[in-house]
């Protein structure tokens, strides 16, 4: 199960992202907050196409990759379908990929002012120049996150005001006012 | 009445100290100088060259004899990334891209980038390349198989295929810190395509998940052809 986010981990400490990288800190906070299983086995790789095993004689198929969008992601109708053709995901932890999307998306500049993105700054979104990129965060877990993992792992990657989930945020209001 | 001739075509501003020239189309200050982009002039005499802007940002000499050759598009950025983009992943991962190119067929293209390795396992950290959707060399071990943190950088020069009967070639080296760089063939893994490049990616991947490689200072440049 591939969980994309927006931007990258807006909290990890300057020390540890020259030690670690934000992907290296990311799999540390994972571990240590018992959040899921990441797959690390080297014959697996999420592509857009799909989950491949890769071996010394090929790869073959194992299934279509399934995906959960981070709330800030699914605001701007942002899918799978919107990456280009042979996207490589790997797998366990990626941080802060630049991704050029097929298409432009009209929401991205007002999207761009809520989270973590490298050139939230003064830019003109209206150049395709900067219109078609986006910049994601994304692991790869071996089974589906509970609820509770899931947000935690949210909360890490977007940030303590990221966007939540329509029903937590019908069930629990005091979550949803971060 | 007989007026020398600059006398309405040159003037300086006594306050600010520009000078324009030419009814004012165009100007010396202290820290620029600009003037009006328009069509070629006219051949200068023998031993002068005109400078003049046709287009955009093009600067463009002209000799006595009409040659014309372009000054400011030599050597073209393309486009970069500047942050940083990190990964633990053991299978390849597009990890650093520089996209919204429009790089036509035929155009010599140089695109590098910085990479980095952490520590955490006596494991490599390896990088490839693709442009659009085709990855022409898969990712390779640029450091040794330690546990130490390593510096290095990567690189492609090749050309935009214009024919389907030249789509190989190209150089793709890597290496990191007290290491010897390697290079190898760019169109190793697939070919070049034969089509405008819209995006140009490294592709990364660690032999182990406990040790992050980092990759930035991503930068794409385009060489005239003519």
Known sequence: MLYVFAGFPPNVSAEMQRLKGHAGATRGFVIQHEIGLLAEDKSIQARKEGVFVIGAQGEEQLGSLQVVMSPALESIEFTLADFQENMAFGNAVTCNAKVAMISQKPALDRYRTLVNDPIKGPRDFRDPKYARNIWLSWCLFQHKLPEFAYLKLLRWMEGDNAMLPKEVMIECPVLSEG | ?226
Not at chain 2, 109 to 136: D, P, Q, Y
């Open chain 2, 1 to 226: 009445m007989k007026y020398p001739p600059f006398i309405g075509k040159f003037r300086t501003c006594l306050r600010c100290g520009a000078t324009k020239i030419g009814r004012g189309t165009s100007t010396i200050t202290d820290n620029y100088w600009e003037h009006t982009v328009a069509a070629a002039p006219a051949n200068p005499s023998a031993g002068l060259v005109r400078v003049y802007t046709p287009s955009g940002r093009a600067v463009t000499v002209r000799d006595s004899a009409g040659a014309t050759s372009d000054l400011a598009t030599g050597l073209t950025r393309a486009g970069g990334n500047t942050t940083e983009a990190t990964t633990t992943s053991t299978t390849s991962v597009s990890l650093i891209a520089t996209s919204s190119l429009s790089i036509t067929t035929g155009i010599p293209v140089h695109a590098m980038c910085m990479l980095r390795k952490t520590t955490g396992a006596a494991a490599t950290a390896s990088v490839g390349f693709m442009v659009n959707a085709v990855e022409l060399t898969a990712p390779v071990a640029w450091t040794n198989a330690d546990n130490a943190a390593y510096v290095g950088s990567s690189s492609a020069l090749f050309q935009s295929a214009a024919n389907v009967d030249y789509t190989g070639g190209g150089i793709f080296e890597r290496g990191g810190q007290g290491q010897t760089a390697t290079i190898t063939e760019l169109a190793n893994a697939n070919l070049i395509p034969v089509a405008t490049l819209t995006s140009v990616t490294f592709r990364a991947l660690v032999g182990s998940a406990s040790i992050t490689m980092g990759a930035d200072e991503m930068q794409v440049y385009t060489y005239a052809v003519a």
